[in-house]
């Protein structure tokens, strides 16, 4: 090639690179600054759709021609979610999107936020920026006929970082779905689901033969349970037949609360319990189902409950309280059939792997459809887990039920295809003033040490051991008296004694009036007389 033509061919290319100019620079790093706190938690309502503002810099140097996906990532395989798209620059290279709808992370609940470039999916720590966890809240509302636009039921999800619960009313599933999420915020595990809840129709060993809560011999019916008692396919909601529509329908009022430095929650919820109107004679209410002919009308039974519910623990605990109280200032009895399901797995539901340890049992154990159990008239706990997965699982929950007081009967009414289930029968009578009280707690995680500590510490709160008085009681009837107060006794002494008869309790340690542990050893001195 001749020199003047290789010049000329020189000059060509680098005159195109100088036309074409620097090279468009690539964003490496950036940083959300705006969520400040991590882990940030915030509420999404679907009621009125809400937003927050996001905000941080990058190390663009071409601020006029790139922009940034806004992405929250979760997950072992670096799943995420897209929050908003082709976010532009200001001129330092910083952004700023003031309105970013939390809809937006609802497919991604506990996730970290990253400005990525726009296009990248990758999930790389130099995009640095806050843990958010968004909660979601639901009101459910009857969507037409007479009763339109009245509350029967919510959909509300707890979020925390390692675990987190979902709502829905005391007719509709309770605590729905208890969540273990793996290192990367990705869903793990379910434990339980839809427990401490009260259907229209309890499906125990016999079948459906009545509604899981009674006043005075009633069949009744809490707001949810009211608005599908008519339904026996399955299908409602949505598409219902009937019962929502009725005079009498009874509405319900719930509330939700964080608190935004730890994300406990807190729900209250508030309803009356209605019955059918005795329309064909037969004593103590009209034939079982309900139907529209036998029951056109919702009557009031005298009785309203109030539930609290706060999740707690970084969400692996949860605490349930109903309080049944008058609404007509007379004394009413209550039957009430509380059904829990357990599920145990992330993968598909096998139900001989559930085993249960109830109290006074050695051992873990599989249970089928209608057995019974009898359970020591005292606070305890049921301990669930999988009896075919090794401890600490990542992928397989275990958990555990503590009652303040012992149901009259646990009945397992069978499989679902999502569920093993059980009811815990309770009768008591609702005073004419004042409250009558039921407190579960529900504890999950991936091992037993982490479940039993939970549960141990519930039973602490809930049935703690006060020493009673026991100077001058037989050792027989110290030993009641310790065991009504939630203690056990400890090491017995025998010493002389010029003052106490023989036999009698002389001293005990810890002495009366201290608190501790449930369970907790109590040592007594014995007089020899």
Not at 154 to 164: D, E, I, P, S
Request: hydrophobic share 40%; aromatic share 8%; with cysteine.
């Amino acid at each position: 090639m001749g020199l003047v033509r290789r010049a000329v061919l020189l000059l060509c290319w680098f005159g195109a690179l100088a036309l074409a100019g620097p090279a468009r620079a690539v964003i490496t790093h950036s940083r959300v600054t705006v969520p400040t706190a991590s882990p940030t938690y915030v509420t999404f309502s679907l009621d009125a759709p809400n937003t927050i503002a996001v905000a941080g810099t990058t190390d663009s140097t071409a601020p006029g021609a790139d922009t940034v996906d806004l992405r929250c990532f979760y997950g072992d395989g670096g799943q995420s979610a897209l929050i908003q798209a082709g976010v532009a620059l200001a001129a330092d290279g910083s952004f700023s999107a003031p309105a970013v709808g939390l809809v937006n992370f609802v497919g991604a609940p506990e996730c970290r936020l990253r400005a990525v470039p726009a296009g990248v999916t990758a999930n790389r720590p130099a995009f640095a920026g806050p843990l958010m966890v968004v909660n979601l809240v639901v009101t459910v509302k009857v969507g037409g006929g007479a009763n339109a636009g009245a509350v029967y039921d919510f959909r509300v999800a707890g979020q925390q970082l390692t675990a987190g619960d979902r709502y829905g009313s005391i007719g509709d599933c309770g605590l729905a779905r208890s969540q273990l999420f793996d290192n990367a915020y990705g869903f793990a595990t379910l434990v339980f689901a839809c427990s401490a809840w009260l259907a229209p129709r309890n499906l125990d060993g016999a079948g459906d033969t009545r509604s899981e809560i009674q006043i005075d011999g009633w069949d009744a019916y809490v707001s949810t349970a009211a608005g599908i008692v008519f339904d026996r396919s399955g299908a409602c909601p949505p598409t219902c037949d009937g019962s929502e529509d009725n005079a009498g329908f009874p509405p319900l009022s719930f509330g939700v609360s964080q608190d935004t430095k730890n994300g406990n929650l807190t729900i209250h919820e508030s309803e009356r319990i209605v019955r059918c109107p005795l329309v064909v004679p037969a004593p103590p209410g009209p034939a079982y189902p309900p139907t529209h002919a036998n029951c056109p009308t919702f009557m009031p039974t005298g009785v309203k409950v109030q539930r609290t519910i706060t999740q707690t623990g970084g969400g692996h605990v949860v605490w349930i309280t109903d309080a049944f109280s008058s609404t007509d200032a007379h004394r009413h009895d209550i039957d009430v059939l509380y059904q829990n399901g357990q599920v145990l797995s992330g993968a598909p539901f096998t139900p001989g792997d559930i085993g249960y340890r109830f109290p006074g049992r050695a051992s873990y154990k599989a249970y089928a459809r209608g057995d019974a159990i009898a359970l020591p008239n005292r606070p305890g706990t049921i301990y669930v887990k999988n009896l075919n997965a090794d401890d600490g699982d990542p992928y397989t929950g275990q958990g555990a039920i503590t009652y303040a007081v012992a149901p009259s009967q646990v009945l397992f009414i069978g499989s679902s295809m999502s569920s093993n289930d059980f009811t815990m029968h309770y009768t008591g009578s609702v005073p004419a003033s004042g409250t009558l009280s039921a407190t579960f707690v529900y504890s999950s995680d991936f091992t037993t040490a982490a479940v039993r500590a939970d549960a141990r510490a519930a039973e602490d709160k809930l049935a703690p051991c006060t020493v009673p008085k026991l100077a001058g009681k037989t050792l027989a009837a110290a030993t009641t008296a310790l065991t009504h107060a939630h203690c056990a006794l400890g090491k017995v002494a025998k010493k002389h004694s010029g003052v106490v008869a023989g036999g009698r309790v002389i001293s005990s340690n810890p002495k009366a009036g201290t608190t501790g542990p449930n369970g907790a050893k109590v040592d007594l001195t014995i007089s020899r007389g």
